[in-house]
T-cell receptor, first 116, second 114 residues
Framework: NAGVTQTPKFQVLKTGQSMTLQCAQD?????MYWYRQDPGMGLRLIYY???????DKGEVPNGYNVSRLNKREFSLRLESAAPSQTSVYFC???????????????FGPGTRLTVT | AQSVTQPDIHITVSEGASLELRCNYSYGATPYLFWYVQSPGQGLQLLLKYFSGDTLVQGIKGFEAEFKRSQSSFNLRKPSVHWSDAAEYFCAVAPSGGYNKLIFGAGTRLAVHP
């Protein structure tokens, strides 16, 4: 099992450009998440998908959109990139979401995005 | 609002020395508590978690953590640090009701001197 995979690993964008970050998991997990990691701030939840067909905003959703393409895949889109979106982006998945934090989240290796 | 505080941004220890990383949380009820480790250029890996029961929990790689309700703390410990433990460590909480949404602390970066 590959676990959680993310593409690309690195990306440089110019302000105003758009791009989609891809995430896939092969653990048959129901729930998936997108986080951003910034120095001194830990990880912050951007969007999550409790189950296939549903998505919800997290703590910092502005400037992002997501698509839960199927049970395996959860993509994050930046429609018009801004320098403030320079960050490391992590995708995660878990077996469930409704059991009050009991389900471990498994993380991908991250995508390092720079917006100039 | 729920929050997690890791007071130490950087810690340096000598190989073989003991380690304690601090974590305090702010939450109305007892949340579920986690410690994750992030090696350079890698994703996060779960070290250990506390849901209920024994307040001293054992994790992988020889780590343990103790939940102290009276202090709202969940400190991570290791009796003897190895050079390979150099990494960034994150404490996280999830509400004991509702969705499985983790709230992370800012992290503590551990350096290990030979």
């Amino acid at each position: 099992n590959a676990g959680v995979t993310q593409t690309p690993k690195f990306q440089v964008l110019k302000t105003g450009q758009s791009m989609t970050l891809q995430c896939a998991q092969d653990m048959n997990h129901n729930s998936m998440y997108w986080y951003r990691q910034d120095p001194g701030m830990g990880l912050r939840l951007i969007y999550y998908s409790a189950s296939e067909g549903t998505t919800d905003k997290g703590e910092v959703p502005n400037g992002y959109n997501v698509s839960r393409l199927n049970k395996r895949e959860f993509s994050l889109r930046l429609e018009s990139a801004a320098p403030s979106q320079t960050s490391v982006y992590f995708c995660a998945s878990s077996e469930g979401i409704y059991s009050s934090g009991r389900y471990e989240q498994y993380f991908g290796p991250g995508t390092r995005l720079t917006v100039t | 609002a729920q929050s997690v505080t890791q007071p130490d941004i950087h810690i340096t220890v000598s190989e073989g020395a003991s380690l304690e990383l601090r974590c305090n949380y702010s939450y109305g009820a007892t949340p579920y508590l986690f410690w994750y480790v992030q090696s350079p250029g890698q994703g996060l890996q779960l070290l250990l978690k506390y849901f209920s029961g024994d307040t001293l929990v054992q994790g992988i790689k020889g780590f343990e953590a103790e939940f102290k309700r009276s202090q709202s703390s969940f400190n991570l410990r290791k009796p003897s640090v190895h050079w390979s433990d150099a990494a960034e460590y994150f404490c996280a909480v999830a509400p004991s009701g509702g969705y499985n949404k983790l709230i992370f602390g800012a992290g503590t970066r551990l350096a290990v001197h030979p």
